[in-house]
């Protein structure tokens, strides 16, 4: 039994390293809306180590999710296990796709700030918005079906 509730206390820390970063995406990006040239680069890579930081957080969510299901006893078509495991699939493709664009804007020979800002905003919106899907899921735990 304790080590199900470490297990769960990690799983609990996973998720806040998974979600919370994202939500420092909109200061710096508030910040870079008046930010020198020179500034910029910085806060460029300030907001990858963002995103990095949430990748490795999501990967400890993920194996503490798997240990958790496997001890407690729920079955994996438990609708809302169910419905975490897609939405889980979703953020997974979403999380490698959605900031890729952001990417190749700082990247580029000529780096245009407010679409940067725009495509990292929309990212981080939408990849919050599946984030907090998924711990209701978790939390409430409701019979969809």
């Not at 970063?21 to 710096?28: E, V, W």
């Not at 503490?64 to 997974?92: M, Q």
């Amino acid at each position: 039994m304790m080590v199900y509730k470490m297990i769960i206390f990690i799983h609990v820390v996973s998720a806040v390293a998974a979600i919370g970063p994202l939500f420092s995406i909109f200061p710096i990006l508030k910040r870079m809306e008046k930010a020198e040239e020179r500034d910029i680069k910085g806060m460029v890579e300030g907001l990858r180590g963002v995103v990095r930081a949430v990748s490795l957080g999501g990967h400890v969510l993920i194996i503490s999710g798997i240990a958790l299901i496997w001890l407690s006893g729920w079955s994996w078509k438990t609708p809302w296990v169910l419905a975490t495991i897609i939405l889980l699939i979703a953020s997974l493709f979403f999380l490698a796709k959605a900031f890729k664009p952001a990417w190749r804007i700082a990247e580029a020979d000529y780096f245009h700030k407010e679409t940067f800002i725009a495509v990292m905003k929309r990212a981080a919106i939408l990849y919050i918005t599946i984030m907090l899907m998924m711990l209701w899921l978790m939390v409430v735990k409701p019979q969809l079906w």
